[in-house]
C-alpha cells in the first residue's frame, strides 16, 4: 500500500506532498519520476503535486500530460486506480483528458496566494470518503490559472452526476468563483470509470497537520491512501 | 515546406492577459484600441505535399499545440 508522488522538471509541491502522506499520515510514498515509463509495482495511489511543469510551456500541463510516466497514471486510473491531482496536477489531468475542462488563466490576471473556503461538494464520495457531503473547509491556493472551465454541456453533466468535488464558497454575481472567476465555482471535479480520479486547485497538503494551520486536507489524503487499499484489496 | 499554427482562445473565453495589453495601451495614448485578444503563433518547417501537410498540422493542433476545450486553431502553409 503505497503512494507514488511523481516529479515532473519544474514541480514543486512534490516533497511537501511526500512529508504529508510519509509525516503527518505516517503512510508508506515512493518517488516516481516523469521519464519513467511505469509506477513502482508497489503503488496503490497516485499523487500529482502541484508547480509549474516544463515551464508552462505552451499551456499548463501540456507538456507533463504527454511524458512517459502520464501513459502509466492513465493505464492506472483506467483500471480505477485512485490518482489525485493538485493545482499543476489538476491541470495536468485535464490536458491529459483524465478530467474534463481546462484551466484558464484566473479572471483578474493576477496570481492568488491565499486561504480560501471550500464545500466538499461530492464529500462521501470514492477519495472523498472522510469528509461529509457539503462540509466546509479551508484551504490554501497559489495559482496564476485556476480558472475552471468547461462547455455548458459538460458543467450541467458534472453537476447531474455528482463529479463537482470542490466549490469555493465565495461568488460573484453570476456563481463563478470570486478569487479566479471558476465557472460554477468549481474547485476540484471527480472522474475516472469510478470517480477514482480527484483534481483540485488548493493544496491540502499545505493544511496536514497543526504545524502547517490544520488538518482540513490531511483528511483528502487519508481518502486517498484508503482508496489506495481499497484497490489493492480489490486487485490482490 | 514552412507552416504555421495559429492558436487562439475561443471567442467566449475571457482573456485577462488581452484586458491587461488593451489598458497598457490606452495607458500609452492609443486611444482606439478595443477587443484585444492575445494568441499564440507556432512556425514549423514540415516535409511532405501541402495537402497532407495541413492534415498532419491539425493533427498536431488536435492533440498538441491547441486545446480544444478553451482554443481555436488556423493551419497556414507556405511554399
Given at each position: 500500500m503505497t503512494t507514488a508522488v511523481v516529479t515532473f522538471?519544474?514541480?514543486?509541491?512534490d516533497r511537501d506532498c511526500v512529508h504529508a502522506v510519509r509525516d503527518a499520515l505516517g503512510a508508506p510514498v515512493v518517488r516516481s519520476w516523469h521519464?519513467?515509463?511505469?509506477?513502482?509495482?508497489?503503488?496503490?495511489s497516485v499523487m500529482l503535486p502541484g508547480g509549474f511543469s516544463y515551464g508552462d510551456?505552451?499551456?499548463?500541463?501540456a507538456m507533463a500530460a504527454l511524458s512517459p510516466i502520464m501513459a502509466a497514471v492513465k493505464r492506472f486510473a483506467d483500471a480505477g486506480g485512485p490518482v489525485l491531482g493538485i493545482c499543476n496536477g489538476f491541470q495536468i489531468l485535464c490536458e491529459a483528458r483524465l478530467l474534463p475542462g481546462a484551466l484558464l488563466r484566473n479572471h483578474d490576471g493576477l496570481f492568488h496566494c491565499q486561504d480560501v473556503e471550500l464545500e466538499?461538494?461530492?464529500?462521501?464520495?470514492?477519495?472523498?470518503?472522510p469528509f461529509d457531503r457539503r462540509q466546509r473547509i479551508a484551504l490554501p491556493i497559489a495559482h496564476g490559472e485556476g480558472n475552471y472551465t468547461a462547455d455548458e454541456a459538460t458543467l450541467d453533466r458534472l453537476e447531474a452526476e455528482g463529479r463537482v468535488a470542490f466549490r469555493y464558497l465565495a461568488r460573484d454575481a453570476a456563481g463563478n468563483g470570486l478569487v479566479n472567476g471558476a465557472r460554477r465555482a468549481i474547485a476540484g471535479v471527480l472522474g475516472g470509470p469510478a470517480n477514482n480520479v480527484v483534481g483540485l486547485m488548493p493544496h491540502p497538503e499545505r493544511r496536514s497537520g497543526a504545524h502547517l494551520h490544520g488538518t482540513d486536507g490531511l483528511l483528502l489524503l487519508r481518502g486517498l491512501v484508503a482508496a489506495g487499499a481499497g484497490f489493492a484489496e480489490a486487485h490482490a | 515546406m514552412r507552416a504555421r499554427v495559429i492558436v487562439r482562445l475561443k471567442p467566449a473565453v475571457l482573456d485577462p492577459q488581452g484586458e491587461a495589453v488593451e489598458r497598457a495601451l490606452l495607458g500609452l495614448g492609443f486611444s482606439g484600441v478595443k477587443n484585444v485578444r492575445v494568441g499564440k503563433l507556432i512556425e514549423l518547417d514540415v516535409d511532405g505535399d501541402a495537402g497532407l501537410v495541413k492534415a498532419e498540422l491539425s493533427a498536431m493542433a488536435d492533440k498538441l499545440l491547441a486545446n480544444p476545450v478553451i482554443e481555436d486553431y488556423q493551419v497556414e502553409v507556405s511554399g
Amino acid at each position: 500500500m503505497t503512494t507514488a508522488v511523481v516529479t515532473f522538471p519544474g514541480s514543486n509541491c512534490d516533497r511537501d506532498c511526500v512529508h504529508a502522506v510519509r509525516d503527518a499520515l505516517g503512510a508508506p510514498v515512493v518517488r516516481s519520476w516523469h521519464k519513467d515509463h511505469e509506477l513502482p509495482s508497489s503503488t496503490t495511489s497516485v499523487m500529482l503535486p502541484g508547480g509549474f511543469s516544463y515551464g508552462d510551456y505552451l499551456r499548463c500541463g501540456a507538456m507533463a500530460a504527454l511524458s512517459p510516466i502520464m501513459a502509466a497514471v492513465k493505464r492506472f486510473a483506467d483500471a480505477g486506480g485512485p490518482v489525485l491531482g493538485i493545482c499543476n496536477g489538476f491541470q495536468i489531468l485535464c490536458e491529459a483528458r483524465l478530467l474534463p475542462g481546462a484551466l484558464l488563466r484566473n479572471h483578474d490576471g493576477l496570481f492568488h496566494c491565499q486561504d480560501v473556503e471550500l464545500e466538499v461538494s461530492a464529500g462521501g464520495v470514492g477519495l472523498l470518503a472522510p469528509f461529509d457531503r457539503r462540509q466546509r473547509i479551508a484551504l490554501p491556493i497559489a495559482h496564476g490559472e485556476g480558472n475552471y472551465t468547461a462547455d455548458e454541456a459538460t458543467l450541467d453533466r458534472l453537476e447531474a452526476e455528482g463529479r463537482v468535488a470542490f466549490r469555493y464558497l465565495a461568488r460573484d454575481a453570476a456563481g463563478n468563483g470570486l478569487v479566479n472567476g471558476a465557472r460554477r465555482a468549481i474547485a476540484g471535479v471527480l472522474g475516472g470509470p469510478a470517480n477514482n480520479v480527484v483534481g483540485l486547485m488548493p493544496h491540502p497538503e499545505r493544511r496536514s497537520g497543526a504545524h502547517l494551520h490544520g488538518t482540513d486536507g490531511l483528511l483528502l489524503l487519508r481518502g486517498l491512501v484508503a482508496a489506495g487499499a481499497g484497490f489493492a484489496e480489490a486487485h490482490a | 515546406m514552412r507552416a504555421r499554427v495559429i492558436v487562439r482562445l475561443k471567442p467566449a473565453v475571457l482573456d485577462p492577459q488581452g484586458e491587461a495589453v488593451e489598458r497598457a495601451l490606452l495607458g500609452l495614448g492609443f486611444s482606439g484600441v478595443k477587443n484585444v485578444r492575445v494568441g499564440k503563433l507556432i512556425e514549423l518547417d514540415v516535409d511532405g505535399d501541402a495537402g497532407l501537410v495541413k492534415a498532419e498540422l491539425s493533427a498536431m493542433a488536435d492533440k498538441l499545440l491547441a486545446n480544444p476545450v478553451i482554443e481555436d486553431y488556423q493551419v497556414e502553409v507556405s511554399g
